[in-house]
């Protein structure tokens, strides 16, 4: 029997805009009594740079979430509560390892009724904080996008969210083509798969000209310093300041202490559905791939824990179950093997692949550019201060564990805002994503083994090593990316 295949609007969807709302975001919550909330945010700037934002969010009441109407005031009242507990954990010269009730109350009660966790998640401060500067014109043009809060009130930080809110837009046409893609697929329509291959490729490829963009507003130093701290979060934190996460109080006496993930782009509905889509496998960072038998091919692994199935803890509830839906239907990467006579659909099959590990290099190298290259600077400049003179560091612009690297014996890597050592992660990601590439030469160029394994040169990356080590030509000369250092816990 052909199981069905997913309706968008039972899960909340939009054929156009995807997994973004199909209505912009509430650029305020209507009911005055939420106003003190509206006013911190809007005021977020000011309350940090004067240090006055803790004794503000203190002499809070408790509001009640009884007056939230409808889901939109829902996810307003969530990016809300986001902001403002960020700016309250990372906003003072030492993180903060509890949260007062009257935000953890409330923030703990809007998140139970959305499913998603007590934190600032990729949804709260991209899919729900944005607005377009004119209705009528399309969501996929970043200069019609504003966000509607950041921590820092800079363009850098809103260009940072409002990528992310445009690749969302440009992608969101992929996920119907896609359902129409498993239907054709299901009835043996091989040019109707082909077709919609061949603008999955189309739009990835556009989106990695979207995801270029980020040089343009986005300063390499701002993003370091000052925006990336606020966006981490309280699991794995300890050199940052968090050892045990954060105390969310409630007045009980009964507290735990919690630790949660922080934003990352791996919370991205739209990227991880593009991997269920074409059949990609991720397994746990570090692990190797086990080679299957003919017989086993196209069959998924048994389902094992690894960071990128946590991120979908971090996704909205229906988004969620729709990727959990989509991945018992998926059967494109199953045709394509069953059909490898057919030439043009193994090609367009492998350009998706091809499109999607060269989304996935963009990424990394933004990585480089954005996270080693600042943490190697922030290093050098710390050695050329004398000890006796170099300050400590301020949980507002130096977290370690965060920001800083350490080669000690010991010391543990650099992690991402998502609480993860990501150049391991997403270097991994990007080389599981063109495994199961069907023509062999395709197979060889998207593989990234050692050339000792093969016959034939391998076509790596300019600049990368058979050991995966990056060798970066600059103006200010070369320099190695290696493992040990974190990344923006993107894509």
Same mark, same amino acid.
């Given at each position: ?10 899960? !909340? ?28 945010? @809007?005021?977020?700037? !000011? ?31 969530? @990016? ?11 906003? !003072? ?167 949660? @993930? ?119 400049? @710390? ?109």
């Amino acid at each position: 029997m052909i199981p069905p295949i997913p309706r968008l609007e039972n899960y !909340g969807l939009s054929p156009h805009n995807g997994f973004l709302p199909s209505e912009p975001p509430l650029q305020s919550l209507p009911d005055p009594y939420y106003s003190k909330w509206e006013n911190i945010v @809007s005021n977020l700037q !000011g309350l940090l740079l004067s240090k006055r934002l803790r004794g503000v969010i203190d002499a809070l009441p408790t509001l009640s979430t009884s007056r939230l109407r409808g889901e939109p005031e829902w996810r307003r009242a969530y @990016s809300l509560m986001a902001f403002m507990s960020h700016a309250y954990i990372w906003g !003072g010269d030492k993180p903060s390892d509890r949260l007062p009730s009257c935000i953890s109350i409330p923030f703990i009660e809007i998140s139970d009724h959305l499913q998603l966790p007590p934190v600032a998640t990729y949804a709260g401060v991209c899919l729900w904080n944005w607005k377009p500067l004119f209705p009528d014109e399309e969501m996929d043009n970043l200069e019609n996008l504003s966000t509607l809060a950041t921590f820092t009130g800079s363009l850098d930080e809103s260009w940072f969210y409002l990528v992310s809110v445009a690749i969302e837009s440009r992608g969101g046409p992929i996920v119907p083509l896609m359902l129409k893609a498993f239907s054709a697929a299901w009835a043996n329509q091989s040019h109707t798969v082909i077709d919609c291959l061949h603008s999955f490729a189309e739009r990835l490829d556009e989106l990695g000209t979207l995801l270029q963009r980020m040089y343009e507003n986005c300063d390499p130093h701002v993003f370091y310093h000052r925006i990336r701290p606020f966006l981490a979060g309280s699991k794995n934190m300890a050199e940052a300041g968090l050892p045990n996460g954060v105390l969310y109080e409630d007045g009980s006496g009964n507290e735990v202490y919690r630790q949660y @993930s922080g934003g990352s782009n791996a919370q991205s509905s739209l990227i991880q559905f593009f991997d269920i889509a074409l059949g990609v496998e991720h397994r746990p960072t570090g692990s190797k791939r086990v080679e299957s038998s003919e017989s086993e091919e196209g069959t998924a692994p048994p389902n094992k824990h690894n960071f990128i199935q946590d991120m979908r803890k971090y996704m909205p509830a229906q988004h969620r179950e729709f990727l959990e839906h989509v991945a018992n239907v998926a059967n494109i990467r199953e045709y394509v093997e069953a059909h490898r006579s057919d030439r043009a659909l193994c090609v367009a099959y492998d350009a998706c692949l091809a499109m999607l590990r060269a989304f996935r290099d963009k990424h990394i190298q933004m990585v480089s550019r954005y996270i080693i290259v600042k943490s190697r600077e922030s290093r050098s400049h @710390s050695r050329s201060i004398s000890p006796r003179a170099a300050p400590q560091p301020v949980a507002m612009t130096s977290r370690k564990g965060l920001g800083r690297e350490d080669h000690r014996p010991g010391q543990k890597k650099l992690k991402g805002t998502g609480g993860t050592a990501l150049i391991p992660f997403l270097k991994q990601a990007r080389d599981e994503t063109g495994e199961p590439a069907i023509d062999a030469w395709a197979r060889l160029i998207l593989s990234d083994g050692p050339a000792g394994e093969s016959r034939f040169a391998k076509l790596g990356k300019v600049g990368e090593h058979a050991d995966g080590e990056m060798e970066i030509v600059g103006l200010a000369g070369t320099w190695a990316m290696d493992d040990s250092e974190g990344g923006l816990c993107h894509w």
